[in-house]
């Protein structure tokens, strides 16, 4: 996903508590910069600061981050002659999304019967619903029209 133009992350959200790999095509990789360092936070003060040196490919600049917690991801790059990518004095800031936990298992936690057949029944409940409401779309037409005669035995005997 390309959300600010030369910065490329590997996925289309950013959830907290995540792994995410960023690729940066920047002016610093346009300039052919030997080195560049992301330095960055999470929300609005910046907690949790961080520099991690990226790895120089093919295709940018390159590091693998994990994500902590806030309302957003803030950074900026750094190259080895100490000059900064600030976006113009902004920074990049990007929204961080709150993980789905509704079908979320736990590694440690055992998951109860009952949810478990509870999903189950749902699941039967909706491919039995899904069966009826094809069997009524195939064959209410052809009830409606006459079409659709069962075999009597007399006309099987033929």
């Given amino acids: 996903m390309e959300l600010i133009k ?3 992350f590997n996925t289309d959200k950013l959830i907290e508590n995540s792994k995410v790999k960023i690729s940066y095509t920047g002016k ?10 992301i330095h960055y936070g999470f929300g609005l003060n910046w907690d949790n600061i ?10 940018g600049f390159q590091a693998e981050i ?3 917690e806030g309302d957003t991801f803030n950074f900026c790059f750094k190259n080895n002659n100490n000059e900064w ?8 800031v990007f929204p961080l999304e709150k993980p789905q936990t509704e079908l979320l298992v736990l590694e440690d936690e055992p998951v109860s019967l009952g ?9 039967l409940w909706s491919k039995k619903i899904r069966l009826a409401v094809y069997k009524i779309i195939t064959y209410l037409p052809k ?8 075999k009597s035995a007399s006309t099987e005997q033929h």
Avoid: C, H, P, W
């Fill in 143 to 150: 009830l409606i029209s006459g079409n659709y005669r069962k």
């Fill in 28 to 37: 610093f990789f346009q300039d052919a910069s030997e080195e560049v360092s």
């Fill in 66 to 68: 994990q994500l902590g």
């Fill in 85 to 92: 990518d600030n976006n113009d004095g902004q920074n990049y």
């Fill in 6 to 8: 030369n910065i490329f």
């Fill in 50 to 59: 961080n520099d991690i040196q990226m790895e120089k490919t093919d295709l």
């Fill in 115 to 123: 949810s478990a057949r509870k999903l189950r029944k749902s699941y």
